[in-house]
T-cell receptor, first 114, second 115 residues
Framework: NAGVTQTPKFQVLKTGQSMTLQCAQD?????MYWYRQDPGMGLRLIYY???????DKGEVPNGYNVSRLNKREFSLRLESAAPSQTSVYFC?????????????FGPGTRLTVT | AQKITQTQPGMFVQEKEAVTLDCTYD???????LFWYKQPSSGEMIFLIY??????QNATEGRYSLNFQKARKSANLVISASQLGDSAMYFC????????????FGSGTRLLVRP
């Protein structure tokens, strides 16, 4: 099992460019999440999908859109990147794999916007 | 609104000693879960331990235990017999028990284990 995978691992964008971060999980989890982590801070929830076909805003959704493509895949799109979106982005999933329904995280995408 | 507070930005501990990382939380929901995650310098998030709000006993996982004091709304992580590999950021997180299972994270504590 690969768990949660994310692509790309690193990305540099210019202000105004767009990109999509990809996330996939192979644990048959219903719920998936996107977080951002800024230096010296905890993770903040951007968007989540409690189940296939649903998405909801988290704490910091502005400037982002998401798509729950199917049960496995949950993508995050930056339509017009801004320097304030420089961060590390984590995708996570949650489901019956863990008894506590803990979240399993991908390795992260380090994004720099210049 | 939910809130998680970690008041220790950084901590030192001597190898083989025990250390307690503090976490307090605020919620009006009677049903919730508390988590600790470890983030080593490599960046990945590693689940350590979970405590449910209705659990009668403190959770333990190997060298990790969670000191859960419900009335004080605290969920401190205790690491016994610290090892050099325990040097990392540690995050406390809380989940209200709705169908989304989403987490709210604290700002973290950086632990450095001295040889």
């Amino acid at each position: 099992n690969a768990g949660v995978t994310q692509t790309p691992k690193f990305q540099v964008l210019k202000t105004g460019q767009s990109m999509t971060l990809q996330c996939a999980q192979d644990m048959n989890h219903n719920s998936m999440y996107w977080y951002r982590q800024d230096p010296g801070m905890g993770l903040r929830l951007i968007y989540y999908s409690a189940s296939e076909g649903t998405t909801d805003k988290g704490e910091v959704p502005n400037g982002y859109n998401v798509s729950r493509l199917n049960k496995r895949e949950f993508s995050l799109r930056l339509e017009s990147a801004a320097p304030s979106q420089t961060s590390v982005y984590f995708c996570a999933s949650s489901g019956r794999t863990g008894g506590a329904y803990e979240q399993y995280f991908g390795p992260g995408t380090r994004l720099t916007v210049t | 609104a939910q809130k998680i507070t970690q008041t220790q930005p950084g901590m030192f501990v001597q190898e083989k000693e025990a250390v307690t990382l503090d976490c307090t939380y605020d919620t009006s929901d009677p049903s919730y879960g508390l988590f600790w995650y470890k983030q080593p310098s490599s960046g990945e998030m590693i689940f350590l331990i979970y405590q449910g709000s209705y659990d009668q006993q403190n959770a333990t996982e190997g060298r990790y235990s969670l000191n859960f004091q419900k009335a004080r709304k605290s969920a401190n992580l205790v690491i016994s017999a610290s090892q050099l590999g325990d040097s990392a950021m540690y995050f406390c997180a809380m989940r209200e028990e709705d169908s989304s299972y989403k987490l709210i994270f604290g700002s973290g504590t950086r632990l450095l284990v001295r040889p």
